[in-house]
């Protein structure tokens, strides 16, 4: 007869995987809230046309595979045993395939993806004000159903799909979660749907009415579910273990919840490939307010049969500005090069300006054909200085964030902790500190905080801790970065960015 350790000696975790726009990555949550094994891999975006944002579905789920397997097995050599499966995705990128072969049928649209923001424009003047009311977000440049209705319309190989039965339509975490369950699981989750722009915020359902008037057909949604339900089992023959799927949430409300955002006015910024400022205000819904664009009501978690919510802004981009600059433009080697050269100089009055608007702008103004711009440049402009202008731009543009969260909420926020990949940038958020004039706390371990957050709403229902709040209040202090700008000279510099915004922006106006 074979011995086994008893099930209690074994070190508990959860398989946290985090599906980003850029990157795939995956790691063992353990039962005091930490993080090992973690596995990366990135992956492509294509940009077909200045408004085409794209990737293959099949990457993603091979990066996702191969990933898990990875941490599965270093977990399997650490003696750590794992309970449960938990997904956090980008959110709004949409799928279609077919049931049958599991292949996609079309290239997965991004979020990002902007080819349908002049269409729908038209619906703006009928729509935004019921939609701002129901799903706390107007029309924008989101489009997965009409992206769906477009392909079921124009694409043979799509619309036979759909007459036989064989068609399957969701986002990246229905994706996931179809795949790693063998194709018996087609659902999405609160914080995933609300991002579509067809979620109804107080009733968690869809709004089929705004879904079905874009032309899609409600026969194709997926099934909503809380963030912590379980979302099937996960198949043996894929991973190699049969485990339940205890939580999936989309990315930046997983992120919320590790960074500590469980009472209103905690708010979080993540710094990834876009940037996003969130914040809970409840167990009701804060709905957008007029004259304050861009910031958007939304489920931050629905945990059983409560929900959550949370405020969101957000740039588009980032982490990818930083990026475009190295790999595209080849101004710098790495990103960590433009912090290293922005801490060698000071602001220059008059001097370089960047405007990070490389993929619209939605704060303060909804101008989706907004674009980037670098300014003030001499015959005196150094390396340095242009690196300066970058993080400037950026830290100026979560200024924007920030303010109109607090603006919409009705309250300044109560305190800012600080994750995602591009937190790592010390200068960046010295700059970030000074200009939003509050302190920022930079989390310990700030780059897994997505892939963190979704595991302990698994691990919750898993019983690896009682509740949230014991799992996040027990992670460690973070580094503190305060602001060293008098206030007068902070307000100087935001004038000088409001003007600079002006300008880009009304050069955008549509029409």
Do not use: K
């Amino acid at each position: 007869m074979t011995a086994s350790a008893p099930r209690s000696t074994a070190r508990a975790g959860v398989l946290a995987i985090d599906e980003g726009t850029t990157g795939t990555r995956a790691g063992i949550v353990l039962d005091d809230g930490t993080v090992e094994h973690v596995r990366y891999r990135p992956i492509e975006v294509s940009h077909p046309d200045p408004l085409c944002v794209e990737q293959d579905p099949m990457e993603i789920w091979t990066a996702t595979l191969e990933v898990c397997r990875h941490v599965l097995a270093a977990a399997a050599d650490s003696g750590i045993e794992v309970r449960a499966v938990a997904l956090t995705t980008q959110r709004a990128t949409a799928i279609l395939w077919d049931r049958i072969t599991g292949l996609p049928l079309r290239q997965a649209v991004v979020w990002q993806d902007r080819r349908y923001a002049r269409d729908l424009l038209a619906y703006e003047a009928e729509w935004d004000e019921i939609l701002l009311a129901r799903t706390g977000r107007p029309v924008g440049s989101r489009a997965p159903f009409l992206w769906a209705a477009r392909q079921l319309a124009e694409q043979p190989e799509v619309a036979a799909a759909y007459r036989e039965g064989r068609l399957l339509f969701g986002t990246v975490d229905t994706w996931l979660i179809w795949q790693l369950t063998g194709g018996a699981g087609h659902a999405t989750t609160a914080s995933n749907a609300g991002s579509t722009g067809g979620y109804l915020l107080r009733e968690h359902a869809w709004d089929t009415e705004w879904i079905a008037h874009q032309g899609f057909p409600l026969d194709l949604l997926p099934q909503l579910c809380a963030d912590d339900a379980e979302l099937g089992h996960t198949d043996p023959g894929t991973l190699g273990i049969a485990v339940p799927i205890a939580a999936s949430m989309g990315d930046q409300h997983a992120a919320l919840l590790a960074l500590g955002g469980l009472a209103t006015g905690l708010g979080m910024c993540v710094l990834g490939t876009g940037a996003f400022v969130d914040v809970s205000t409840g167990d009701q819904p804060a709905l957008p307010r007029p004259g304050i664009a861009g910031v958007l009501a939304q489920p931050g978690w629905r945990q059983g049969d409560r929900t959550l919510f949370s405020l969101e802004a957000y740039a588009a981009t980032t982490g990818s500005a930083l990026r475009w600059l190295c790999e595209d433009l080849h101004l710098f080697d790495t990103p960590q090069q433009i912090g290293e050269l922005a801490a060698t100089t000071a602001h220059l009055p008059g001097g370089p300006r960047f405007f990070p608007a490389l993929a619209g702008v939605r704060v303060p103004v909804w101008r989706p054909a907004a674009t980037g711009a670098l300014t003030g440049l001499s015959l005196a402009t150094t390396r340095a200085d242009i690196a300066r202008a970058v993080l400037e731009g950026i830290a100026h543009s979560v200024c924007d964030l920030v303010d109109g969260v607090a603006a919409t909420m009705g309250a300044p926020l109560r305190r800012l902790r600080v994750g995602g990949g591009v937190s790592a940038s010390d200068q960046l958020l010295h700059i970030q500190a000074d200009l939003v004039g509050m302190e920022l706390e930079r989390v310990a371990d700030s780059a897994t905080a997505s892939l963190r957050g979704s595991a302990y709403l698994a691990g919750v229902g898993a019983g690896l801790w009682s509740s949230l709040g014991e799992v996040v209040d027990a992670q460690p202090a973070g580094r503190i970065f305060a602001p060293e700008t008098d206030p007068a000279v902070r307000e100087e510099w935001r004038s000088e960015w409001r003007a600079l915004s002006a300008a880009q922006l009304d050069d955008a106006l549509p029409g």
